[in-house]
């Protein structure tokens, strides 16, 4: 198997490579194995299956330099681009991404996070570095779900999660009890900075993170720092007007592109929508035209192609969602897709029990680490 390099943090390292029997390229992520826990990252990619996620296709378990040492190798599929190329790649040369394209990457954005959302579970690092584009069909998946959690009312998780400029305020405030509303926050910070060319809260730290934010946003309420975080209602805030949403963009932005940031970037977790509800908001409604295609002639992607289990998600937005001339394809056979299978799902959005496993599992002997019933926080 030739492997090459081609990312690398502080989880471990992933490599593109060749499958032999294939010629096929993958991606795979190598993670050392801590013993003690079960790797969240692991369970939550054998459950999903969507259009807008990247597929985890097998995984196995190798040894390391050390006796004791044990990695997990998830082995994804390979997509070369990422939103976050593609937007430098406008910004070297001072232009702005096409709002074609941020229709396309934002609302498949949405529907990925529509999807894991109905599974009770919050990516926490949404931002366009882990968000892949396969440039001709201009396909966007979801991937890098390291900092993934099923999320569980009452059960407390870390605030110290997700890359800084997409980080949302409540996260900043150290709120343990945060929703998956975290995510949308930060879909918000990836069309706001689409749109500007640059990102829209650039904060130095956490708290310049807020000030940032505050420049925008204006000072938060009371009412609006006790849904945040109620232990900071007496904290003293400089108090700051906030600024005309339509004076942050240039003027040639569509009206329904800045009605759209509006809605996603509220201080208040529960006031902002859904990603469902942003998918069928008049700002995507150029992809829903039957006539549309990408800029390079070629026809959209699978946008439409939604399974029983995403319909039954909002089914009151249904009809926006599916279009007219789609309107009578039934789920099995994919609404608006290009002969993609759909998978029907449950229609208990929030049911946490295993699935029958996508992906192979390939254990060399002598390899399987101990799981233990402890999880991370």
Not at 8 to 13: A, E, K
Not at 69 to 95: A, F, W
Not at 204 to 224: A, F, H, N, W, Y
Request: with cysteine; glycine share 6%.
């Amino acid at each position: 198997m030739d492997t090459k390099v081609i990312g690398n943090g502080s989880f471990g390292v992933v490599y593109q490579a060749k499958l032999c029997e294939t010629n096929e390229m993958v991606a795979i992520k190598k993670v050392l194995q801590d013993k003690r826990f079960k790797n969240r990252e692991l369970q939550i990619m054998r459950r999903l299956e969507h259009c807008n996620i990247v597929k985890l296709k097998y995984f196995f378990y190798s040894g390391g330099e050390k006796k004791d040492e044990v990695y997990l190798n998830l082995v994804l599929e390979y997509i070369p681009e990422t939103v976050y190329k593609v937007s430098r790649h406008y910004s070297k040369s001072r232009q702005t991404v096409p709002i074609s394209f941020i229709k396309l990457y934002m609302y498949q954005l949405m529907r990925s996070l529509g999807y894991i959302h109905s599974l009770g579970i919050c990516h926490r690092d949404i931002k366009p570095q882990n968000l892949l584009l396969h440039p001709e069909t201009g396909v966007l998946k979801l991937c890098d779900f390291g900092s993934a959690k099923h999320l569980v009312k009452g059960e407390p998780n870390v605030s110290y999660i997700c890359s800084r400029y997409y980080r949302a305020p409540e996260l900043i405030f150290g709120a343990i009890d945060y929703t998956t509303k975290i995510d949308v926050w930060s879909a918000g910070c990836v069309l706001a900075e689409l749109l500007l060319g640059q990102p829209i809260f650039p904060g130095d730290s956490g708290v310049d993170q807020l000030v940032e934010i505050i420049k925008v946003l204006g000072t938060p309420t009371r009412e609006q720092i006790r849904e945040m975080n109620p232990n900071y209602t007496e904290f003293k805030f400089p108090q700051i007007r906030s600024h005309p949403w339509q004076k942050v963009f240039r003027s040639r932005t569509p009206p329904e592109a800045i009605d759209l940031v509006s809605r996603l970037l509220e201080y208040t977790p529960s006031l902002r929508i859904t990603p469902l509800q942003a998918c069928a908001e008049p700002f995507f409604d150029e992809l829903r035209e039957a006539n549309t295609l990408l800029p390079n002639g070629r026809p959209l992607p699978p946008l439409f192609n939604f399974t029983e289990h995403e319909l039954s998600i909002q089914p009151n937005l249904n009809s926006i969602l599916v279009p007219r001339s789609q309107a009578g394809n039934t789920p099995s056979e994919g609404v608006g897709g290009s002969g993609t299978v759909s998978q029907v799902a449950s229609a208990n959005a929030t049911t946490d029990q295993p699935e029958q496993p996508p992906a192979s599992e390939l254990t060399p002997e002598g390899t399987q680490p101990q799981p233990a019933a402890t999880d991370m926080a």
